[in-house]
């Protein structure tokens, strides 16, 4: 083991879309473990979009709020290099959120509202699952799948349906007895949905996006999983049925414009939408599902029933890059992940 360590630290808050230049690549000495405390050497890294609500100037939304100088909020995979507490010993592997760097120090008593470091079951699945499939986009995925209230034959549409909550979503909407129709930027994403199963894709990108919509969901849209807000969403109002149920899962196409934004003021297609079709919308925040669904997702995975595919990005270093391209474009299906270091 060497004396220093990489971290990613908070350099500039972001406006609009973060760029990689809003980081800072840091050397700094390695943390040593004191009473009740472990030492994490970071596997893992998940590029979550959620973590786009930490860097804002003001804080306008979420639970994590980073000051300039901060390492950036990340969640991981980790392997304990030395333990002084006696729930964990070295080479036990846990998932927690200790954020963009290489070694972290832990101190699992004091851990915050998600509980101590969660330990894994190495012979359940890869462990990178545990910040996919099998951690909070899975969890999520479910959660918001059961919110929809979903009845055998309803046409399900998703939004950033590529995506590590989406790709989930689709398919336990399916095993519900649902047809899943996926929504992804790019003919390559849309394949990637039809590979894993789902019923129809469009491509929001598209200029015939309404009409690929229509011809995928042809009966109209009985529920809609919405990660996205902005067009995609307007479009998918204009194609609901009466009835239908909306989970608000997230809104990254508002991420960057602060609380009201900079118009115009879509409020009238929603209010319209609203009483027309009787559209009930449910948001949630943070991980609702308790942990035992991940036991569910696993039996599904053995079953065949959900395949989960990842994206992986090499280094710490790529962290930046990695983030930023969830806002402006990337191929990533899936989860999408970075590779700190193989584990010993
Ligand atoms: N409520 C909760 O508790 C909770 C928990 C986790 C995540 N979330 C939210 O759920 C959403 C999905 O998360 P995730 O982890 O699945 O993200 P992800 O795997 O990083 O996928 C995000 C995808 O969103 C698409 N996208 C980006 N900007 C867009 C825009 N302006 N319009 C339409 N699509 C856009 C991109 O795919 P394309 O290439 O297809 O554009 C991007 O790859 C995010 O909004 C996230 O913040 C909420």
């Given at each position: 083991m060497t004396d220093t360590m990489k971290q990613i630290v908070l350099a500039s808050y972001a406006k609009g879309n973060p760029k990689p230049s809003d980081f800072r690549l840091e050397e700094v000495p390695l943390p040593t473990a004191g009473d009740r405390e472990i030492l994490l050497r970071t596997l893992w890294l998940a590029v979550d979009p959620l973590f786009r609500f930490a860097i804002d100037e003001v804080r306008l939304s979420g639970a994590t709020h980073l000051e300039l100088g901060d390492v950036m909020v990340g969640a991981t995979v980790s392997e304990v290099v030395a333990s002084n507490h006696p729930d964990y010993e070295p080479g036990d592997v846990v998932e927690g959120r200790t954020g963009w760097r290489e070694y972290a120090v832990v101190a699992p008593d004091q851990s915050d509202y998600r509980g101590p470091p969660r330990k894994l079951?190495?012979?359940?699945?890869?462990?990178?699952t545990a910040l996919g499939v099998l951690g909070m986009p899975g969890q999520t995925a479910h959660g918001g799948v059961e919110t929809l209230r979903i009845k055998p034959g309803d046409t399900v549409a998703i939004s950033a349906a590529a995506g590590a909550v989406g790709s989930i979503a689709g398919q336990i909407a399916r095993i519900k007895g649902a047809r899943a129709v996926g929504i992804a930027g790019g003919p390559a994403k849309c394949q990637a949905l039809l590979d894993l199963g789902f019923d129809g894709a469009a491509d929001y990108k598209s200029p015939d996006f309404a009409a690929q919509l229509k011809a995928a969901a042809p009966n109209g849209i009985d529920c809609y999983f919405d990660n996205t807000g902005g067009d995609v969403t307007l479009e998918v109002f204009r194609q609901l049925n009466r009835g239908a149920r909306m989970a608000m899962c997230g809104y990254i196409a508002y991420y960057g414009m602060g609380f009201e934004g900079p118009g115009p003021d879509h409020m009238p297609a929603l209010y319209r939408t609203i009483m027309n079709t009787g559209l009930e919308i449910r948001g949630f925040a943070g991980v609702f599902a308790p942990p035992s669904v991940l036991e569910e997702i696993a039996g599904w995975i053995s079953d065949g029933k959900i395949t989960y595919p990842e994206t992986v990005v090499e280094g710490l270093e790529s962290a930046p890059d990695a983030f930023a391209s969830v806002f402006s474009g990337n191929d990533a299906v899936g989860k999408l992940l970075v590779r700190v270091a193989d584990l010993a």
């Open positions: 079951d190495r012979s359940l699945a890869p462990v990178s």
